[in-house]
């Protein structure tokens, strides 16, 4: 039975992550450690939130007694290390929030994994420390080429800066004290349960009530995105059967323009639910600062050495996004009320 110590579980892709795994696996036990900022819901995990083999935790990845203590109480196999702020525009506002949880929270992440696993100059078999990186990290892409695990450093961000020198403190810790880690780094997710700050459930929240679509810049900038599931399954695979102090890029080959996606949700939308949702809500915005023009994976590494492959396309994912939200249009009208009200006017009604 291997215990997984899951950070950032009450977000979008940590929750994704839990039900997955608990609905894969019978035999692992999953301990949430959260601190719910306004991007943690345990109304993410209802349908797995009694299941024996779960445990939620509140509190920060920063708070160095309590994270010793979880390691104590539970005999902790995997780190699983989601938990992070993790909206751009977010940290071009507060850089300062950005590194303090991802890098010193995985900074204290790492040390008590540490203390709890190098004993008597030995590392205890089958221990895992995964940093849950991001394509964002490598900067911009122009027209041509893809990320590969051997492209450079070059984040541009508060953000990607902030991910990258998490990355970089997860790989000095195996390059140092030989610390058995690995990192994916993946590109935009999308699905069920993703805070509307962040541009497809945000396009799907605003068109049903019929509120303008805000398309930063000329709208050409591509992303390359993935079903959330996908990703999960990436992210297992890579934990039990990855090569230690190795670096794998998750992504499926499904670059699009924002136009286009914003184009694809109003089409859907127009079509299967109210036909007044029409490009006329497409409204051209100041551009975001800094604003990385293309994210492009090369997913060959995990595909050949662990046999991954996306099993969503994009039609059927995006599909499927829809119809979750307009069946859970009670969850996005929790979500939004409160703390999302002030960031929405501050970004978008200046
Ligand atoms: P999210 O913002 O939806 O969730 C982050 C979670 O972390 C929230 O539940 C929040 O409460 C928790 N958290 C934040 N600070 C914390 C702290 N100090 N201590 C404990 N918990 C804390 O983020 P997401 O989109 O699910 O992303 C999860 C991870 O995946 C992040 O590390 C992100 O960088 C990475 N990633 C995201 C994407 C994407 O497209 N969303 C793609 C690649 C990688
Ligand atoms: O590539 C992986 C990254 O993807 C993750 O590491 C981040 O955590 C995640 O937030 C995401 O970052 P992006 O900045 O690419 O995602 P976002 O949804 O914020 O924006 C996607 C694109 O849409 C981007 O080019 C900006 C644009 N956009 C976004 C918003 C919110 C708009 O045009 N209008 C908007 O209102």
Same mark, same amino acid.
């Given at each position: 039975?291997?215990?997984?110590?899951?950070?950032?579980g009450a977000?979008?892709?940590? =929750?994704?992550?839990?039900i997955?795994m608990?609905?894969?696996?019978?035999? /692992?036990?999953?301990?949430n450690?959260?601190?719910?900022?306004?991007?943690g819901n345990l109304n993410n995990?209802?349908?797995?939130? =009694?299941?024996v083999?779960?445990?939620?935790?509140h509190?920060?990845?920063?708070?160095?007694?309590?994270?010793?203590k979880?390691f104590?109480?539970?005999k902790?196999?995997?780190?699983?290390?989601?938990?992070?702020?993790?909206?751009?525009?977010? =940290? #071009?506002?507060?850089?300062e929030t950005?590194?303090?949880?991802?890098?010193l929270?995985?900074l204290?992440?790492l040390?008590?994994a540490?203390?709890?696993?190098?004993?008597?100059g030995?590392?205890?078999?089958?221990?895992?420390?995964?940093?849950?990186?991001t394509?964002?990290?490598?900067g911009?892409?122009?027209?041509?080429?893809?990320?590969?695990?051997?492209?450079?450093?070059?984040?541009?961000?508060?953000?990607s800066?902030?991910?990258?020198?998490?990355d970089?403190?997860?790989?000095?810790y195996?390059d140092?004290f030989?610390m058995?880690i690995t990192?994916?780094?993946?590109?935009?997710?999308?699905?069920?349960f993703?805070?509307?700050?962040?541009?497809?459930?945000?396009?799907i929240?605003?068109a049903?009530?019929h509120?303008?679509?805000?398309?930063?810049?000329?709208g050409?900038n591509?992303?390359?995105?993935?079903y959330?599931e996908?990703?999960?399954?990436?992210i297992?695979?890579?934990i039990?059967?990855g090569?230690?102090?190795?670096?794998?890029?998750?992504?499926g080959?499904?670059?699009?323009? %924002?136009?286009?996606?914003?184009?694809?949700? #109003?089409?859907?939308?127009?079509?299967e639910?109210? %036909?007044?949702?029409?490009e006329?809500l497409?409204?051209y915005?100041e551009?975001?600062?800094?604003?990385?023009?293309?994210?492009?994976?090369?997913?060959?590494?995990?595909k050949?050495e662990?046999?991954?492959?996306?099993?969503?396309?994009?039609?059927k994912?995006?599909?499927k996004?829809?119809?979750?939200?307009?069946?859970?249009?009670?969850?996005?009208?929790? /979500?939004?009320?409160?703390e999302y009200?002030?960031?929405?006017?501050?970004?978008?009604?200046?």
């Amino acid at each position: 039975m291997k215990t997984y110590l899951v950070t950032g579980g009450a977000g979008f892709i940590g =929750s994704n992550f839990i039900i997955y795994m608990l609905k894969n696996f019978k035999d /692992i036990k999953i301990i949430n450690l959260d601190s719910l900022t306004y991007a943690g819901n345990l109304n993410n995990l209802k349908e797995i939130e =009694s299941d024996v083999n779960y445990h939620f935790v509140h509190g920060d990845i920063r708070d160095n007694f309590l994270v010793n203590k979880i390691f104590e109480d539970f005999k902790v196999d995997y780190v699983v290390n989601f938990a992070a702020e993790s909206h751009v525009d977010r =940290s #071009i506002e507060d850089p300062e929030t950005f590194v303090k949880t991802n890098v010193l929270g995985t900074l204290n992440l790492l040390n008590c994994a540490k203390k709890a696993w190098y004993v008597d100059g030995k590392w205890k078999e089958g221990k895992r420390f995964h940093q849950v990186g991001t394509d964002e990290v490598y900067g911009s892409l122009g027209e041509t080429g893809y990320f590969t695990e051997s492209t450079s450093l070059d984040p541009h961000s508060p953000y990607s800066a902030s991910k990258a020198s998490s990355d970089l403190m997860v790989k000095a810790y195996f390059d140092t004290f030989q610390m058995p880690i690995t990192i994916t780094r993946c590109s935009n997710n999308y699905g069920p349960f993703q805070f509307p700050e962040k541009l497809i459930p945000l396009l799907i929240n605003n068109a049903i009530n019929h509120k303008a679509l805000p398309i930063y810049g000329d709208g050409l900038n591509v992303r390359d995105w993935l079903y959330v599931e996908d990703h999960c399954k990436a992210i297992d695979m890579v934990i039990n059967n990855g090569t230690i102090g190795e670096v794998y890029n998750v992504g499926g080959h499904n670059e699009r323009k %924002n136009i286009e996606i914003v184009k694809e949700v #109003i089409e859907y939308l127009n079509r299967e639910y109210d %036909n007044t949702i029409t490009e006329e809500l497409i409204t051209y915005v100041e551009d975001r600062k800094g604003h990385d023009r293309r994210y492009g994976i090369d997913p060959s590494k995990i595909k050949d050495e662990l046999g991954w492959y996306p099993e969503t396309s994009f039609e059927k994912g995006i599909i499927k996004t829809i119809k979750w939200y307009l069946k859970n249009k009670q969850w996005m009208e929790e /979500i939004t009320s409160g703390e999302y009200e002030n960031y929405y006017n501050k970004m978008y009604n200046k």
